[in-house]
Every structure is written in C-alpha cells, then in structure tokens.
Nanobody
Framework: QLRFEESGGGLVQPGGSLKLSCAAS????????IAWFRQAPGKEHEGVSC????????YYADSVKGRFTISRENVVNTAYLQMNSLKPEDTAVYYC???????????????????WGQGTRVTVSS
C-alpha cells in the first residue's frame, strides 16, 4: 500500500523559502515518478512538479517554474520540493503522489487517483 508523509510546511513571508519533504513507504519509489500537488482553499488539486524515477528529468507547472526545484533520494525513498521566492498565491496544502504522468504536470492536467496523505500546509503571508 502506497503511503506518503509530507512535512516541512509553515508560515513564511513573501519572497521567503521552504523545503518540503515527502517520505514514501509501502513500495520502492525508485520505479515510479513522484509528483507534488497542492490544493488551495476552495480549489482542486493542482500538479506543481514531477520527477522521473531516476531523478534525471523534472517537470514544473508554469506558475512555479524558475522558483521551485524538485529532487529525490531513492536510497531513503524520499522526495523534496525546494520552494524559493514564495508568493501569497502559493498558499495551499501540499501533497505528494506516485506514478503520475509527468508531462501532464506541465500541461496543467495532472491527476492522481490514489489516496492522499495528510499533506503539509504552506502559508505565504506578511
């Protein structure tokens, strides 16, 4: 059973940075893509970034390109999302997911049909 534990969220001022972590369990994540999604209040889940199983290829939504960096450490079954130059519109609960078609993150059509973890809340406010 795939399980994710997200952490690292918090309250940050505009322009600040946070690094999120996603600890995966129940499967060997190196065989799967890992994606970060976010859900702002009253909105649907939005794909933010995705990384290939090997970590060689990364994908980003236009809204975060140049500001966020996704990475992974397969030996510890963990993925990360470094978020810089944060904006109030980045405020959301962030979740990770596996086996997502990464191209769809860039296209803005990413979906995940598995079970979400508890997520980690990011609030960008002065």
């Amino acid at each position: 059973q795939l399980r994710f534990e997200e952490s690292g969220g918090g309250l940050v001022q505009p322009g600040g940075s946070l690094k999120l972590s996603c600890a995966a369990s129940g499967f060997n994540s190196m065989y799967y893509t890992i994606a970060w999604f976010r859900q702002a209040p009253g909105k649907e889940h939005e794909g933010v970034s995705c990384i290939s199983g090997s970590g060689d290829t990364t994908y980003y939504a236009d809204s975060v390109k140049g500001r966020f960096t996704i990475s992974r450490e397969n030996v510890v079954n963990t993925a990360y999302l470094q978020m810089n130059s944060l904006k109030p519109e980045d405020t959301a609960v962030y979740y990770c997911a596996a086996d997502v078609i990464c191209d769809t993150v860039e296209a803005g059509t990413a979906q995940y049909f598995g079970s979400w973890g508890q997520g980690t809340r990011v609030t960008v406010s002065s």
